[in-house]
């Protein structure tokens, strides 16, 4: 039975190269789990792999594990099972998909990506958060500005506040984070399950 398994789906855009694609299969990966608290009750789907976020503090704060327990890669769709706050969810993310998908409005959240390096990215991470405030989409669904490739401190164009202020003026969560040195990627993770939890309960 998958009675108490929410399944969300999160479109992940931005313009190429801000990283994605990296992102997303970081969001696959960490430390392999040693020590598994059976007392938790989780599910165990056949040939499941069990990971814990390296982060150890979120992981005491939030109660937050990751697992993979599908990774589709003909059709691009790439999902994690993430039990967080003693609630366990799949989270489904499509990476650039087509227009038409992301008009629909029927995605549970959107990561905007773009990069600090890359002054063209944050332009079009604008028109993305316009598109999706004018559709009401940001009122309804968890919405993420992420400026990722935080780590190339000497090639950034994008100042931390000027994401900031873009994310308030478009009423949505900010996060600055780096895939290449993993920082604030679980953070990401908790944050947009978070976001799309509250937005479900309000919807
Ligand atoms: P996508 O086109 O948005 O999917 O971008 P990719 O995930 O393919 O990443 C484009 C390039 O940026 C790759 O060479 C990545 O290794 C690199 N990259 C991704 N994230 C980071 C990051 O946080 N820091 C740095 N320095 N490079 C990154």
């Not at 499941?48 to 503090?57: A, D, G, H, I, V």
């Not at 478009?170 to 990401?188: A, M, P, R």
Request: hydrophobic residues 35%; glycine residues 8%.
């Amino acid at each position: 039975s998958s009675a108490g398994l929410s399944a969300y789906r999160v479109l992940v855009l931005g313009a190429p190269g801000v990283g994605k694609s990296s992102l997303i299969g970081q969001f696959m990966t960490s430390e392999y789990l040693h020590a598994y608290d059976t007392s938790i009750g989780l599910r165990l789907p056949r040939d499941t792999k069990f990971y814990s976020n390296s982060n150890e503090s979120t992981q005491k704060e939030a109660h937050f594990w990751k697992y993979l327990i599908i990774t589709d890669d003909e059709s691009g769709e790439r999902s994690v099972c993430v039990l967080l706050a003693g609630e366990e969810s799949e989270i489904t993310f499509l990476d650039s998909p087509p227009e038409h998908v992301i008009s629909e409005g029927c995605a549970h959240g959107y990561c905007v990506v773009y990069s600090t390096a890359d002054r063209g990215s944050f332009a079009e991470a604008e028109r993305r958060l316009q598109a999706l405030w004018a559709a009401g989409h940001t009122a309804r669904r968890a919405v993420i500005l992420v400026a990722n490739k935080a780590d190339l401190a000497r090639s950034r164009l994008v100042p931390t506040d000027e994401g900031k202020s873009l994310a308030t003026s478009y009423e949505c969560k900010f996060i600055e984070t780096s895939v290449g040195i993993n920082h604030n990627v679980d953070e990401l993770l908790v944050g947009l399950l978070t976001q799309i939890r509250l937005k479900q309960q309000h919807a």
